[in-house]
């Protein structure tokens, strides 16, 4: 178990964003202890981008349209 701040550090995020996605529950491993958080070193951070081509193109193929 480590800080947030370190795995913040570790993956390259700002520590703001990283305690705002674990006070929001967007980690499984992170626990608040008094005021510190604490997360598993191991637990990979979370991507929550749309990968698949879902809404490539949507304004062209007529739904985006008024």
Do not use: C
């Amino acid at each position: 178990m480590i800080s947030l701040a370190e795995y913040a550090a570790m993956h390259g995020k700002s520590p703001v964003t990283v305690r705002q996605m674990a006070a929001r529950g967007g980690f499984q491993t992170a626990q608040k202890i008094a005021r510190n958080w604490i997360i598993d070193e191991n637990e990979p951070y979370p991507d929550g981008r749309v990968k698949t081509g879902k809404y490539r193109n949507w304004r062209k193929n007529g739904r985006g349209q008024k």
